[in-house]
Structure formats: C-alpha cells, structure tokens
C-alpha cells in the first residue's frame, strides 16, 4: 500500500484478483509465492509433478519432508501458502493441463501465469489465452538464462507470433543442463511484477518486449511484440490446434505398464542425449535404440523422438518425463 502506484486502491483491486499459475516447479512456486505475499486474493495452481530432492536447489515453496512425501507440488505449494497467508484463497489441482480440460481449470481468471517447462503446455495456454482475450505471461529459463514476455491477446504479439513452431530436436531442459535458482527467480520477480500491474489496472506500464537476460554472462535482449505477426496462426487466423489438440504427441498405453509417447518430428542425436543423462541414471545406446534406466522408470527413445517409458500407466508422468529428459 505504501509503493504509490499500488496504493490502498490498488492493493484492495489485488486482494480481488485471480490468478492461474500452470505449473509449479521452480518459476512457477517463485511466481506463487511472491503473488501470496503479495495479497492476490485467489490463486489456482496446477501441476501435474511430484516433489523430489533435487527439486529443492530452486523451488523455494518446498522443503525436504514435502520431498519425503513425494508430496504433488500443487498441494504442497497451498500447504506452504496458507503457513504465511491464511487470509488468500489457494485452489490447488494435481493435474496435467491438457485440451480435455482447459476450459475448467483456466476459466474465470483474470491472468494465466506460465510456470511450465514445455512449449506443448504453453502452446495450450496460448490458444486458450488468445480465444478468451486473457492476458497471460511466458517465462522460461534455463541454465543461467531466462526469457519472458507477457501477451495481451488483441494488443501484442502472442507467443506463437515469436516461436510459431517449438524448438526441434533435442532441446535443453532444467533437469539435463542445470538451471540457476537466481536465474529462476529473476524471471519470476519480473513476470510477478507484471502480472501485479495488470491485476492493478496500470496496463500502460506493462513491457511490450520479449526479455531474455543472462544472468553469468550478462547478455541482455528485447525483441519487440508490440504487435501481433501478420498470418500468426493463433492470434491471426484463430486457428487453435491446440486447443483441438492437434498440436499434440499422441499418447498411448503399451503393454501392462508402459506409456508410448508417438513423436515422430524430433530427430534425436543418441551421442549427445548420452552424455546429458549420463548423470542421471544409467543410460545405453546402439544405432536404433536408446535406453535409460532411472528409478523406477526405463525410457526407451527411438531416433525419430518416439519414446516408451515403462514403470508407469500415467500418462501425465510420463510426459513429464519426456519434457524433462528429452525435451519439450
Ligand atoms: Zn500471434
């Protein structure tokens, strides 16, 4: 209330904001919690992930008896919130966002909040976003790099105006490259602040650029998305394959305990893949086939990205486990 351009108006429009935050690792409990704190009044966070140890490096709403648990991050980021501010409403869901159900876990809210670590997910949000005129904000990071933007459906560009396509081939993700936990919660804090001018109504202060900052080296970026892309498939021609669920690898159960996942676009380098889950689990290769072996789960990749990974029956595991050892 004392920063001015918040105000006591501006922190009673903050306590009636709702937010939706899509995923709750790293950014995605950085975002979470700086929005408690806060004041935002209704939070829904969905994640379809459980805690892990290595998890606790940066995601800063959990402790190592969540990881004990192998609580779902969902609940424990609303356990961890209602320990510091009771007076805010949290609605948690333990699930994988997908086209089947969007509509409900996204519906009435004013913001969406990216807290992913894939370009499927954030595809879906996108399309959702665009077709319900939601603003909502990207935020990624990786190694010591971080990229955000926020898109205002009508005004700027959307995501798919700047990446019409998600990266191809074996991308690099937190779970193989590493990721600095100060690299995470400077994309938050800048996403946070964001998402806090819109829910306060300074609409005029929002960033109209897509940032990218290094945090080690120090490489600073904007590129500008002040307009939509002409032809951009979403925002454009309002064509949302995603939300059709087109845009996504078909899934499948195979077998008694395995899920396929039938990419078929995603040449895979085996040598390369190698060496970044080398430390990992145990990992093999021949020309055909790779295997991975980590606790309880084997993954088996193909060299066209196909990939069956057996231990589960849950496809939201499984995919979780592509977007993190594979890529996104
Ligand atoms: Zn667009």
Not at 67 to 80: G, V
Not at 133 to 142: D, K, N
Not at 275 to 301: I, K, M, S
Request: hydrophobic share 40%; charged share 25%.
């Amino acid at each position: 209330m004392l920063f001015a351009p918040v105000g006591e108006a501006g922190q009673r429009k903050l306590a009636q904001s709702r937010i939706a935050i899509v995923g709750c690792g790293a950014t995605g409990s950085a975002l979470a919690s700086l929005l408690a704190r806060a004041g935002v009044g209704y939070l829904r966070i969905i994640d379809r992930d459980y805690i892990e140890p290595s998890n606790l490096q940066r995601q800063v709403l959990f402790d190592e008896a969540d990881a004990a648990e192998s609580l779902p991050k969902a609940i424990a980021a609303a356990r961890k919130i209602a320990a510091f501010n009771s007076e805010i409403t949290v609605e948690p869901h333990a699930a994988d966002l997908t086209p089947d159900n969007v509509e409900d876990l996204l519906a009435d809210v004013g913001i969406i909040l990216d807290g992913t670590d894939n370009f499927e997910t954030r595809y879906l949000i996108n399309d959702f976003a665009v077709d319900r005129t939601v603003p909502w904000i990207y935020a990624a990071g990786v190694a010591s790099y971080a990229v955000t933007m926020n898109v205002l459906p009508g005004e700027t560009a959307c995501l798919a105006c700047i990446f019409p396509d998600s990266p191809r081939g074996l991308v690099e993700t937190c779970d193989t490259s590493g990721i600095l936990n100060s690299a995470v919660n400077f994309v938050a804090s800048v996403a946070a602040t964001e998402a806090l001018k819109l829910a306060v109504g300074a609409r005029e202060k929002v960033r109209r650029t897509l940032l990218s900052y290094d945090v080690w080296t120090n490489d600073f970026a904007t590129v500008n998305a002040d307009q939509p892309r002409a032809g951009c498939r979403a925002c454009q021609k309002r064509d949302f394959v995603h939300l059709d669920g087109e845009g996504r690898p078909h899934i499948s159960l195979c077998g008694r305990n395995s899920v396929q996942i039938h990419e078929r676009t995603r040449p895979i380098d085996f040598e390369e893949i190698s060496r970044r889950l080398a430390p990992h689990g145990e990992v093999q290769h021949n020309d055909f086939v790779l295997r991975f072996w980590r606790d309880p789960y084997e993954l088996t990749l193909f060299p066209d990205g196909r990939a069956i990974i057996k231990g589960t029956t849950d496809t939201a595991i499984a995919r979780s486990l592509y977007a993190r050892y594979v890529g996104s």
